[in-house]
């Protein structure tokens, strides 16, 4: 299978849980529209564009990953997903779409990946539970002045590149935000610390992605690679 199409899957109710391979390289129009049972959807790596629609009223939809090879999310695709609280949006992505967010009441943390060129009229509104966006673009995107309409962004955080908190701060409707503040080093991946002494170490994270101050005994994460102590 290298394609989803279009609503292939739309009105399955009983479904819980989707997995897509890697093998697949795209997601058509519509194609889990509907499925009000869906709680957990993980994207493959291939799959280069998410369709008009793809998960729109998906209602119990909580947990989504998206891959690392989506460079276009349509029109549509996540609306309505109303449990939905926290989402990635990846380094690949260029384009989020028209109302790709729109509705999705419970989402309180939004991470925009660093190729965004254009966010679409009315993406992210009626996210009023909105706190903390944390946006990877040194040039601001190009963004409809409604992206946000509804989302109670003056009582949100903006973490953006330090080098870029003025540009924001210019531009609408990103002006809006409540506080816009630097991306940490923890946020930004700086992966290599100077010790005491001079020379230089990297850092440890632990399998859930959280930064630690040094390797205890069992699994971590060090220089992207799994270690075991």
Not at 32 to 57: D, H, K, M, Q
Not at 113 to 142: Q, T
Not at 152 to 168: F, G, R
Request: with cysteine; proline share 2%; hydrophobic share 35%.
């Amino acid at each position: 299978v290298t394609s989803i199409g279009d609503g292939a899957f739309s009105g399955c109710s009983g479904l819980t849980s989707v997995a897509i391979p890697n093998s697949v390289t795209s997601i058509g129009a519509d194609a889990f529209r509907y499925c009000e049972g869906l709680t957990s959807v993980t994207i493959g790596n291939s799959v280069e564009s998410i369709g008009e629609r793809a998960f729109l009223e998906c209602f119990g939809l909580i947990s989504v990953t998206i891959g690392n090879s989506v460079k276009s999310i349509g029109t549509g695709a996540f609306f309505d997903c109303r449990s939905l609280a926290s989402v990635a949006i990846p380094n690949s992505v260029t384009n989020i779409g028209h109302q790709t967010f729109s509705g999705c009441y419970a989402l309180t943390s939004v991470t925009i990946g660093n190729s965004v060129e254009s966010i679409g009229e009315r993406a992210f509104k009626g996210c009023f539970r909105l706190r903390d966006v944390y946006s990877y673009v040194e040039n601001v995107p190009f963004t409809e002045a409604d992206a946000f309409n509804g989302s109670s962004i003056e009582k949100a955080t903006l973490h953006v590149p330090a080098a870029s908190i003025n540009k924001y701060k210019a531009t609408n409707p990103w002006r809006s935000f409540g506080k816009i503040v630097a991306l940490t080093e923890e946020e930004t991946g700086i992966d290599e610390l100077k010790s005491e002494n001079g020379k230089v170490k990297s850092a440890v994270y632990d399998l859930s992605g959280r930064r630690v101050q040094k390797a205890h005994k069992g699994i971590y994460i060090q220089n992207g690679k799994v270690m075991i102590q």
